[in-house]
C-alpha cells in the first residue's frame, strides 16, 4: 500500500525566502507525481506533473524535483512571496492517487 | 470558462436524506474522478470513470452510487447520507488514467 508523507506539516517563513517542501513516498513504482497548492475553501490547482522518468520539472518560481529511487520529492519556491500561502499537496500516481497530508505555508510580508 | 465545475457548492442536509452532486468537464478528457477531502484536509479518491466506465471503486459505503450519463459528466448520489458523510466532495478530471488531474471547487456537504 502506498503512503505518502509531506513535511513540515506547517511552515511559516518571511517574504523573500526560499523554502523547500518535502514529499515521501513508499513504493516506487509509480507513473507520475504531481504537485498541487489548495486555498481555503477552494479547490485543488495544479502546479507541476513529474514523469517517472523525469528528474524535475520547472515553472515560473517553482522546481519540483523527483528521485524515484529513493522515494522522494521536493517543490522549491524561490523569493516566496505572500500570494503562495496556501497548502501543498503531493499526489502520487501509480494506477491510483495517493495524496499526502499537506504542508500548509504561510509567507509573511 | 470554467474547465470542471460542481454543483451545488454547498449542501446541507439531515441524516437519512438522499442528495446528488453534479460535476461536469469541459476539457475533453477521457477520465473522471470523485475524491472526498475530511476535515482533517486529507483527500482520498472515492471513483474513477474512464470514458463511462467505473475503472476505480475504493471502499466505500455502497450508499454511494456514481453515474456517467457521457465522459463529460460524472455525478455522485449518496443515499441516506450520515453524520460522517459531512466533508467536501471533490471532482476532477485528466486525459487519461491518473495522468495529470484537473480539480473542481467542490462541494462542502454538511449532514446535520
Known amino acids: 500500500k502506498q503512503e505518502v508523507t509531506q513535511i513540515p506539516a506547517a511552515l511559516s517563513v518571511p517574504e523573500g525566502e526560499n523554502l523547500v517542501l518535502n514529499c515521501s513516498f513508499t513504493d516506487s513504482a509509480i507513473y507520475n507525481l504531481q504537485w498541487f497548492r489548495q486555498d481555503p475553501g477552494k479547490g485543488l490547482t495544479s502546479l507541476l506533473l513529474i514523469q517517472s522518468s523525469q528528474r524535475e520539472q520547472t515553472s515560473g518560481r517553482l522546481n519540483a524535483s523527483l528521485d524515484k529511487s529513493s522515494g522522494r520529492s521536493t517543490l522549491y519556491i524561490a523569493a516566496s512571496q505572500p500570494g503562495d500561502s496556501a497548502t501543498y499537496l503531493c499526489?502520487?500516481?501509480?494506477?491510483?492517487?495517493?495524496f499526502g497530508d499537506g504542508t500548509t505555508l504561510t509567507v509573511k510580508p | 470558462d470554467t474547465a470542471v465545475s460542481q454543483t451545488p457548492k454547498y449542501l446541507v442536509t439531515q441524516m437519512g436524506n438522499d442528495k446528488s452532486i453534479k460535476c461536469e468537464q469541459n476539457l475533453g478528457h477521457d477520465t473522471m474522478y470523485w475524491y472526498k477531502q475530511d476535515s482533517k484536509k486529507f483527500l482520498k479518491i472515492m471513483f474513477s470513470y474512464n470514458n463511462k466506465e467505473l475503472i476505480i471503486n475504493e471502499t466505500v459505503p455502497n450508499r454511494f452510487s456514481p453515474k456517467s450519463p457521457d465522459k463529460a459528466h460524472l455525478n455522485l448520489h449518496i443515499n441516506s447520507l450520515e453524520l460522517g458523510d459531512s466533508a467536501v466532495y471533490f471532482c476532477?478530471?485528466?486525459?487519461?488514467?491518473?495522468?495529470?488531474?484537473?480539480f473542481g471547487p467542490g462541494t462542502r456537504l454538511t449532514v446535520t
Open positions: 476532477a478530471s485528466g486525459p487519461t488514467d491518473f495522468y495529470e488531474q484537473y
Open positions: 499526489a502520487v500516481n501509480a494506477g491510483k492517487s495517493t
